[in-house]
């Protein structure tokens, strides 16, 4: 197909386009000409891949050209990719030296029997969002991680058992993919649902707040 | 103080400072001299919430200033206040027609019992999420919503709970921003570490793809 055809096809825009190929997110198509290109269904999965990455994920071009890396690269191995992947989904370092977030990260590590070096991805992200939440007074915002990590650790198995149930490696680490970055699209929007859902359920409280009074429209099962 | 102490004490450069007042995200401080203002403590405390939400939520300068409008609303209400920051953290509505993802999104929502309009923002950014998974070949992708419900669910009950145990209303609204932006970008730092932390676990079953052999290492318990 030409390129007008691939951007109706992925909904991307010809000039997105034409910039995925100079960045190398996209193969070369096809030469038929010499200002004229063929492209295929391969080009296509991968234009919605890349489309997925950018706009759910809210990934960078270089951050998606690592995670592309990976899925190209001949020695591929499933647990680095996830490393790789990993590293571009993870919340941003914000490189804050703060002893006590440190030292409640390594806390909520030991309690939930978590081997994890200090210079991952997660633990650094983890411990700049428990600075910010108590440089904005909330210390006790870190009591809500074990509720975080009971909620995380299915999701994780079920993430995993998605990818390892994959014919082949190919499929698995596009798995890895669509399970990471869709899956953390699909749990913001399910907690935005759940959220809802509940302050609606509690309205009555909620218009009570400061008193102690029970709920008086206790939730529905 | 200064906009210098104010950038020291915050970790955000003056310039940064500057264009947060010119958009209207920091309220002016007290004139001293034509061209020199001093700032207090609540200007500092501030400046770190709308951190906290460009830095780790990735919200936009628009959707901050929504955030903040609704915690300086006079008529302020916690309700309400939760649908204003539900739409500034909600995945984007990628506005793809997707009848088989929508029907997914109803059934899901039937299963859990939730009441959710179709014009609400998590409904819309789930349909998007599923119509994407689908055009990569991920049809049964929206098999893992139930689970992500069911970790959902909690978190939004901890969620509430948190803000409900907030002194005043104008904490509680600052719980919701803290709870909903830190909590979001807590929840993908933790399922990375719970993802690696897992993947580690079970490495010899991930090098062991495609082969339908039992796993040689058990997860630890």
């Not at 030469?31 to 234009?47: D, F, G, I, K, M």
């Not at 571009?88 to 030991?110: N, T």
């Not at 992200?125 to 428990?130: H, I, N, S």
Request: proline share 6%.
């Amino acid at each position: 197909m030409r390129i007008a055809e691939l951007s109706r096809r992925s909904g991307v825009p010809v000039p997105t386009i034409k910039y995925y190929l100079r960045e190398g997110l996209l193969p070369a198509g096809e030469l038929t000409s010499p200002n004229q290109a063929r492209y295929a269904e391969v080009h296509l999965h991968r234009l919605r891949l890349v489309r997925a990455m950018v706009e759910l994920g809210g990934l960078s071009i270089s951050a998606v050209r690592d995670v592309l890396g990976a899925l190209d690269d001949p020695e591929k191995s499933l647990h680095k990719a996830m490393g790789t992947i990993s590293a571009a989904v993870a919340p941003p370092d914000l490189g804050v030296a703060d002893e006590v977030a440190q030292q409640q990260v390594e806390a909520f590590l030991d309690r939930q029997g978590w081997v994890c070096r200090p210079k991952s991805y997660g633990y650094k992200a983890l411990v700049g969002v428990l600075a910010t939440a108590r440089e904005v007074g909330h210390e006790r915002f870190a009591d809500l991680l074990d509720g975080l990590a009971r909620a995380a650790w299915p999701l994780a198995e079920a993430d995993l058992d998605y990818v390892l149930s994959a014919g082949s490696t190919d499929e698995a680490l596009e798995g890895v993919i669509v399970g990471t970055v869709l899956g953390d699209a699909a749990m913001a929007a399910v907690r935005v649902l759940a959220r809802r859902e509940l302050s609606g359920r509690r309205d009555a409280a909620l218009s009570d707040l400061g008193s102690n009074a029970p709920d008086p429209d206790p939730p529905k099962p």
